[in-house]
């Protein structure tokens, strides 16, 4: 099957397409054919376009809203320009698959797309009022365009992460407040965690419920989970995709109390509080240079600049300090995955943040390290660590992919 997978978000839409079928999945044989990004939808969007194995096409277009931005994606698929192996017409598209950010407590695995699905999705929109609008707007595009007939599926970021216990997910608040908001943990990236933690078992040989390990998705966006004999037990990020580990320009972790503290200081409101925290603090707010952490270590190697130095060590040290906590909690791990842009190819932040942890019994073996970037996967651990790590890259869109198809298929899935 040619499966659909988009991802949109609130001004851009991420596309793949992926040849899969659960003979495929089985073997390890399925495949991207081709992909794209449109970024400022709503205006004059910059498009990149890719068949796999070709250049990318660079183009703008103006595009009115996301229907239009998916509607120039479907187009440029069936165009004799683009092709695609194996598609020639709409009908070469088999199931569309949905990212879709907040599945609240409603959605503990995918499902396929109907109006009750979508009005759930709605429902949640109060918990992220910024994603889960410009998720809705992808799947009703995409049902107007390609019509009811053509299956789609909905596959939560929150989905992982519903094993954990109440003693992870909830906050020590009242607790009306979980029962009449439902303010509790729900934990993001988790088609990343579990795609990591999936790939990790598959590298060892290991069933998923011998897998015990930290995963830790650093990216723009930066989360660790817990996997404890293959579920998600605790991860980092909160009621939003806000908490836990310093980010390319969100905090993570802050006293509470710095928020009231800074309105009455600065004089500014929760609104423009809220947009600091989430647009201007973490690698960004600290070097007050760039949230790109490449920049950052260059900055620093290149000018020895101090606030970029400071930049990348907190984020290294917030990271150490979940290392730490979840290690606790697990009651010990056997390894520690690195995924998302900076885990999958900065060998000197991962570094960073290992280091100090050889009395746990882990060294980084730098060889070894230095090695993995681009896309590679491997251990970075010398051969006789006791507490391993990994670089496993990530492939959400690939999971996303195989759900469509099972869920479709009604095939029951292991996390
Ligand atoms: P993502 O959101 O997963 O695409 O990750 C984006 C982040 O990965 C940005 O901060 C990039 O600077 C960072 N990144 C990508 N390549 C490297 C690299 N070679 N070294 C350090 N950071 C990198």
């Known amino acids: 099957m040619n499966i659909l997978v988009l991802n949109c978000g609130s001004s851009s ?3 793949q397409i992926i040849e899969t079928d659960l003979d495929l999945i089985e073997n390890d044989a ?56 194996h598609i020639k017409s709409l009908a070469d598209i088999h199931a569309v698959g949905h990212r879709v950010v907040h599945g609240g407590e409603n959605f503990t695995k995918s499902v396929l797309i109907d109006e009750n699905v979508i009005e759930q999705i709605e429902d949640n929109i109060e918990l992220a009022p910024l994603h ?20 789609q599926v909905a596959v939560f970021d929150t989905a992982f992460h519903s094993t954990m216990p109440e003693t992870s997910y909830l906050y020590a608040l009242p607790y009306q407040m979980y029962r009449r908001h439902r ?22 040989g290991i069933e998923r419920e011998k897998t015990n390990i930290i995963t830790l998705h650093l990216g723009n966006g930066c989360s660790a989970c817990a996997i404890k004999n293959g ?7 909160g009621l939003t995709p806000m908490e836990g580990l310093v980010m390319g320009t969100r905090s993570g972790d802050v006293d509470p109390s710095i928020l009231e503290f800074i309105h009455l200081k600065e004089g500014i409101g929760m609104r423009d509080i809220d947009t600091m925290l989430n647009k201007q603090s973490g690698l960004l707010g600290i070097s007050g240079l760039t949230n ?5 270590l260059a900055e620093e190697q290149e000018k020895n600049d101090r606030r970029a130095r400071l930049a990348i060590d907190i984020f290294c040290m917030r990271a150490k300090k979940y290392i730490g906590s979840y290690l606790a909690e697990m009651g010990g791990a056997d390894s520690i995955v690195f995924t998302g842009g900076i885990g999958e190819n900065s060998a000197a932040i991962r570094e960073r943040i290992c280091k100090g942890l050889e009395w746990m019994g882990l060294t980084i073996d730098k060889e070894k390290n230095g090695a993995l970037f681009g896309g590679k996967e491997g251990e ?3 051969s006789d660590s006791r507490l391993k790590a990994f670089v496993i ?5 690939m999971l996303i992919a195989r759900d469509t198809v099972r869920t479709i298929k009604n095939v029951p899935r292991r996390w």
Do not use: C
């Not at 809705?136 to 007939?149: F, M, S, Y």
């Not at 579920?231 to 990020?237: F, Q």
């Open 30 to 85: 399925d495949r991207r054919l081709a992909s794209g990004l449109l970024e400022r939808v709503v205006g004059n969007a910059l498009i990149t376009l890719q068949v796999e194995g070709q250049a990318k096409i660079r183009e703008t277009a103006p595009l009115r809203d996301h229907k239009a931005a998916i509607d120039y994606v479907l187009r440029w698929i069936v165009s004799p320009n683009s092709n695609i192996n």
């Open 13 to 15: 839409l991420k596309f």
């Open 393 to 397: 890259p990530t492939n959400e869109e």
């Open 380 to 382: 970075i651990s010398t």
């Open 183 to 204: 303010v509790r943990r729900y934990g993001f990236h988790g088609t990343s965690h579990r795609y990591v933690a999936y790939r990790y078992r598959q590298l060892l």
């Open 292 to 296: 790109d952490m490449r920049e950052l």
């Open 132 to 151: 889960n609008p410009a998720n809705l707007k992808g799947i009703n595009g995409a049902r107007e365009l390609l019509g009811t007939g053509v299956p």
């Open 231 to 237: 579920d998600s037990l605790d991860t980092s990020m």
